[in-house]
């Protein structure tokens, strides 16, 4: 079995939690995710199997998710699972204010990580210093927001907003969360977070693990094929014969002036073949996922 799942992760488990139950499900050893998901959030979590393993790192890099945020509260972690550090009433917060903030937050921003978070410094997770109550300065890091598009806005004590991020890969919401909250000296939190797309997957999509396990049993499962989310990726086909040189390792030249990363097929049979990249006329072997015997 080869390909990807586009799996939907549940609330509490997380991320190697759900590698593991499927290598389990599966019976196969070469399990690996794209994207890593906080326990607490839910939401399109992609997962590779057999030699799609391969793949991961040529996905695309672009997420998009459903979040709240809580002004008022403060916390450890940024979010609801950590302990409070402040909490205070702020009902005189506006949602005008808080849409002229949201600018500030658009586009290419420096971000520090939640110190609770898997980021390495000096080769040690951030979470495994914090647990052991090490103080360590984080690094900012520049992250990219395409757009944050205002979805609900509910008063009160500790007024909540909903919002949709769509940004690039490494961005924390609840990062944005915090910072939000600084800005009127509140405290910000993330509430909830949902992942609705994550490297070419779709939420509409994706499926739970129980929902997998049903059609585990009922023989219909059926991954997603292999260069299914490589569709960003401009394609190349090439007769047999070039074809197996390719898989062989040798550079093919092409008459093509496309520079940059391709899907490679033989031309006969669509078979996907794997990634190369084009390099002024010549096509270099970067992956070979499908070799021609």
């Given at each position: 079995m080869q390909g990807f799942i586009n799996l939907d992760k549940q609330f509490g488990w997380t991320s190697h939690d759900c590698v593991a139950r499927l290598r389990k499900m599966l019976r196969l050893k070469r399990v690996g995710?794209?994207?890593t998901l906080d326990p607490a959030a839910t939401g399109v979590l992609p997962i590779a199997v057999g030699k799609a393993t391969r793949l991961l790192q040529y996905l695309p890099s672009d997420k998009a998710y459903?979040?709240?945020?809580?002004?008022?509260?403060?916390?450890?972690?940024?979010?609801?699972?950590?302990?409070?550090?402040?909490?205070?009433?702020?009902?005189?917060?506006?949602?005008?204010?808080?849409?002229?903030?949201?600018?500030?937050?658009?586009?290419?921003?420096?971000?520090?990580?939640p110190i609770y978070s898997a980021i390495q410094v000096e080769g040690k997770r951030l979470y495994d210093l914090a647990r052991k109550g090490e103080t360590i300065e984080v690094p900012a890091r520049t992250v990219e927001v395409f757009s944050i598009d205002v979805l609900d806005w509910r008063e009160g004590d500790f007024p909540e907003l909903d919002v949709a991020i769509a940004c690039g890969s490494g961005t924390y919401i609840r990062a944005i969360a915090r910072d939000l909250g600084a800005i009127f000296h509140t405290g910000g939190t993330l509430a909830a977070l949902i992942r609705t797309?994550?490297?070419?997957?779709?939420?509409?999509?994706?499926?739970?693990?129980?929902?997998?396990?049903t059609q585990l049993q009922a023989g219909t499962?059926?991954?997603?094929?292999?260069?299914?989310?490589?569709?960003y990726l401009p394609s190349v086909t090439l007769p047999s014969i070039s074809a197996q040189k390719w898989c062989q390792g040798q550079r093919i030249e092409l008459n093509l002036e496309t520079v940059g990363k391709v899907r490679v097929y033989q031309a006969e049979t669509t078979i996907f073949l794997g990634i190369g990249e084009l390099q002024t006329g010549v096509?270099?072997?970067?992956?070979v996922f499908e070799p021609i015997s």
């Open positions: 995710h794209a994207g459903k979040a709240t945020v809580r002004f008022g509260v403060q916390t450890t972690t940024d979010d609801l699972q950590g302990e409070i550090i402040t909490s205070q009433p702020c009902a005189g917060l506006s949602l005008s204010e808080v849409k002229t903030a949201l600018c500030q937050f658009i586009g290419k921003i420096e971000q520090i990580p797309h994550s490297s070419g997957f779709n939420l509409t999509d994706s499926l739970t693990l129980t929902d997998l396990e499962f059926e991954p997603t094929p292999a260069d299914a989310a490589l569709q096509l270099i072997p970067q992956m």
